[in-house]
């Protein structure tokens, strides 16, 4: 597994080429997992005005999403329960 901070700083609606999965929302933070078909999965922090403060990249594309989540839990404490599968379709 490899971690790394990729895009901190950026606005939450100027990441747009990974496919989103999951998101989660808690106090004044917003949390995405968002999948890279060749990478893995990047974990996004966001604060309440949109601003990118944390991301990692987990380049893990069989159990990225689990790891993300732990991530999250631990680091910021999102339930795993909190999560919800983000749905493309109308």
């Known amino acids: 597994m490899e971690e790394g901070r990729v895009r901190v ?20 933070q917003e949390f995405e997992i968002r999948r890279d078909s060749e ?15 944390h ?5 893990d594309l069989e159990n990225g999403i689990e790891i993300c989540k732990n991530m999250a839990q631990d680091d910021f404490g999102v339930s795993k329960e909190n999560w919800i599968k983000y749905d493309a379709r109308p």
């Open 9 to 28: 700083g950026i606005r939450h609606n100027e990441i747009e080429e990974h496919s989103l999965c999951f998101t989660s929302q808690i106090k004044q």
């Open 39 to 53: 990478l893995g999965y990047y974990l996004y922090v966001f604060d309440k005005t949109g601003l990118c403060t």
């Open 55 to 59: 991301d990692y990249l987990i380049m």
